[in-house]
């Protein structure tokens, strides 16, 4: 098994979502957190001066899927998220050693 993580923009969570949802991936963890990255934050100038935001909004979600279907959700997150700028986000695959589901103990 695989935990894929995918840290992407807010606005495109919910195609996301229904991407995966039509793949057949349905259980998810989303968590709204914010970063930076290779953009280093967002630079705004007004009449008083420049100001730099350098914790952007992002949001993380994780699914826990099969070895078999990995290179399908990359695919689908990945399509799905992207707006072609900068900050579209990152995806980390992490390999699972073990799943136990709490209320039976089935692993």
Known sequence: MKLVMAV????RLQC??????DIGINGM???HVTGRGEQMGLKFTNRVG???IDEIEK???????????????IQTIR?????GNPGDGRIF???????????????
């Open 50 to 52: 420049e100001f730099v």
């Open 8 to 11: 992407i923009r807010p606005e």
């Open 16 to 21: 996301v979502k229904d991407a995966l949802k």
């Open 59 to 73: 949001v993380k979600v994780e699914v826990v899927i099969d070895d078999a279907d990995l290179d399908r959700v």
């Open 29 to 31: 963890t989303i968590t």
């Open 79 to 83: 399509r799905s998220s992207e707006t």
């Open 93 to 107: 695959v992490i390999p699972v050693e073990q799943s136990i589901r709490i209320r039976t103990v089935e692993e």
